[in-house]
Each structure stands twice: as C-alpha cells, then as structure tokens.
C-alpha cells in the first residue's frame, strides 16, 4: 500500500490495554460507529506501520492502531514514528490514548480512572523525532479541552474514583519496576506505565491535541500486592466502557475548533541552520 492511499481523518485513537481486549469499536452497539478499513499496513519512512483501523463516528473518521510500541524487529522509536507520521499524513489533529497503569501515589487503589496532567519521562528515546522542525514547548502537554471532555464522558459511565488530574511517569519496561524504583518515583508521580512518551512528545510536532484516560491495574511494588488475575480482569470487564468513553469523547470535541493552544505551543525551530543540515543529509 502507497501512501496515497493513507485516508484522512482528523481523529486518533492510540490504542492501550483497554481497546486491546475489546477488538475496538467493533463488537461496541453504537449505531453511530461503522468500521471503515481494517488490517491497513502503510510504508512510511520508518518502515512498514503495524495495523491500522479506520472507523467512523457518525461524520468524523477516526484512525485507530492497538498498542503500537511492541513489535519484534521493529525499534520503539520506529513504532512510534510510523504511527505519528501517518497521523500527519491522515491530517489527523485530536488522538486519545487509554491503557493500564501502575500506582505509585500510595492513596490510589485497583481501578481507579486518571486523566493525568503531566507527565515524567524517564524512559532514554530522548531522540524521537520526526523531522526536527520545531521547538516543542511541553505547556499542557496533555490537552486541557480533550481532558474535560474525556473526564466528563467518564463520569457519565465509572461510578467508582476518577482523579482529574495527576502525574504519569514513564519507564522504558517492559518489565515493571523494583520495590526502590517506586519508592523513588514515590512523591513525583501518580501513576507509571510505558506509553504516554514518545506519544506525546510526537503529537505536538504534528501539531495535534493529544490526551489519555488510565485505570490502574496494578500496585507498584513495595504499596501492596496485587495479582496478575485481578489485573487480567480489569483489562477484560472494563474494556467496552472504556471504549464507549473514548466514543463519547470524540462526539464531543470538535477537530476544527480547537479553543486550546496545544497549536501554537509548537514553535518554527531557531536552530534552522541545524535543522537544515540534518534534512539534506535525510
Ligand atoms: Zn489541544
């Protein structure tokens, strides 16, 4: 497949742990939702993309590609790259993402919902970049108008705790971390887990909105124990509603008029001379 062929669409989902288990939006009710294309591999200058979905919420197109970051042979920063630049490609400008978390903050228990504020990146793909173009201020990295609208669609469906704000940190995994790692991260984070960075770093170089809803599935060790079956059944009860969130959502944020300034916190690169160099060698 050439890239005339990637469709445009102005939404984005990155899909985590919860769209995984629920072959999203497919096996979901809404009569607004229709599953477009399927299974569409796009060759991009990072190699060949993984799977992509396009799907439709009544007007509004959505690309979706479930849990990226993972696959043999392919380098996580490569993953990502492909992702992002067909994003651009698609003209995409609002991408939710979802996934299952690690406590760190002590007062948080099993699912418990988070719409993070922030974000720590402790993972080393400091370089991931598309093209080097812009300065990338990290202001409300995570989109505070797709965040309201994120947590507004999650109080209508979770009656259990939905924290509106919080600081998610990344490692690089895919193991989890020691019982010292989180007793350090203890008082700087909320919540850790493997996928908000490069993701959000990407996002704003393509000049798109980018926010997530997380759900713990586990304690960081060192708080409290946890087992690996509790986790499993987070992942697979609370899938459909985490997919009907993400639905809501995108009804609910309009791709053109954006009253956010993730836009403009993407400034033109004073290093030209340097990013000059860079593309002819490219
Ligand atoms: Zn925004």
Redesign the pocket.
């Known amino acids: 497949m050439n890239n005339q062929s990637i469709p445009k669409a102005e939404y984005a989902v990155v899909g985590g742990s919860g769209t995984l288990s629920s072959n999203f939006p497919a096996q979901l009710p809404d009569e607004d939702v229709t599953v477009l294309e399927d299974n569409l591999h796009f060759q991009t200058p990072y190699g060949e993309s993984a799977a992509f979905r396009l799907f439709s919420v009544g007007k509004k197109k959505v690309l979706t590609c479930r849990m990226h970051g993972w696959r043999s042979g392919v380098t996580r920063a490569d993953a990502s790259r492909q992702v992002f630049w067909t994003f651009r490609e698609a003209g995409v400008k609002?991408i939710l993402s979802e996934g299952g978390v690690g406590t760190v903050n002590r007062l948080l228990d099993l699912r418990d919902f988070i719409v993070p504020d922030d974000y720590l990146d402790l993972s080393v793909r400091k370089d991931v970049m598309l093209d080097g173009r812009y300065l990338l201020i990290m202001r409300?990295a995570l989109?505070?108008?797709?965040r309201q609208a994120l947590l507004t669609a999650t109080k209508k469906r979770f009656t259990g705790r939905i924290f509106s704000r919080g600081t998610y940190v990344v490692t690089d995994g895919r193991h989890f971390e020691s019982p010292a790692e989180v007793a350090m991260l203890n008082g700087h984070a909320d919540i850790v887990g493997q996928s908000i960075a490069p993701e959000v770093y990407l996002a704003r170089e393509i000049g798109?909105?980018?926010?997530g809803l997380y759900f713990t599935v586990n304690y960081g060790e060192g708080i409290k124990k946890w087992s690996h079956q509790a986790m499993a059944d987070i992942f697979y009860d609370d899938a459909p509603m985490i997919g009907e969130i993400l639905l809501e959502t995108i009804r609910n944020v309009d791709a053109d008029a954006?009253?956010?300034?993730?836009?403009s916190l993407r400034k033109e690169t004073l290093l030209k001379d340097v990013y000059n160099e860079v593309s002819a060698k490219g």
């Open positions: 609002r409300d989109c505070p108008e797709m798109a909105c980018y926010a954006r009253s956010c300034e993730c836009l």
